[in-house]
Every structure is written in C-alpha cells, then in structure tokens.
C-alpha cells in the first residue's frame, strides 16, 4: 500500500506535518488527514495543492480567504 508524506509548503521551503497517510479529504478551508493506524488529524486553512502517488507526497499550501460581498 501506499503511503503518504504531507508537507505543508510555506513560500519556498516545505515543512512535514504528517506521515504514513493513506487517506485525505478537503473539507472547505480544511484538510482531514488519516494514517495507515486510524489516527486523525485536521489541518485548518489549508488546500491540497500536490499529489505525487510515485514520489509518495502530497502537499499543502496555506489558504487565502478574502470576503466577497
């Protein structure tokens, strides 16, 4: 099986935030990420923006939300 190693990218350089995750869901402004164990974690703010299945990584640009009236 696959996993997955999640960085969140930050203008040039990109930070790990997660490993080993099977399973990703955007979930409008936030990203739900689980592990080959089960264990969840939440990202808030964030859009996937990568995901590369042959290098094993997906990555995560924080969001930019402005109000539209």
């Known amino acids: ?6 960085y969140l990218k930050n203008e040039n350089k ?3 935030v997660a ?3 099977v399973y990703a869901k955007n979930t409008g402004g936030s ?3 689980k592990t080959i164990l089960g264990n969840q974690v939440t990202i808030d703010n964030v859009d996937i923006i990568e ?4 290098a094993e990584r997906l990555v995560l640009h ?4 402005s109000d539209h009236h």
Request: aromatic fraction near 4%.
């Open 51 to 54: 995901v590369d299945v042959e």
């Open 31 to 33: 990203v739900v990420l």
């Open 1 to 6: 099986m696959c996993e997955f190693k999640v």
């Open 62 to 65: 924080h969001t930019i939300h």
């Open 14 to 16: 990109e930070e790990t």
């Open 19 to 21: 490993e080993d995750i």
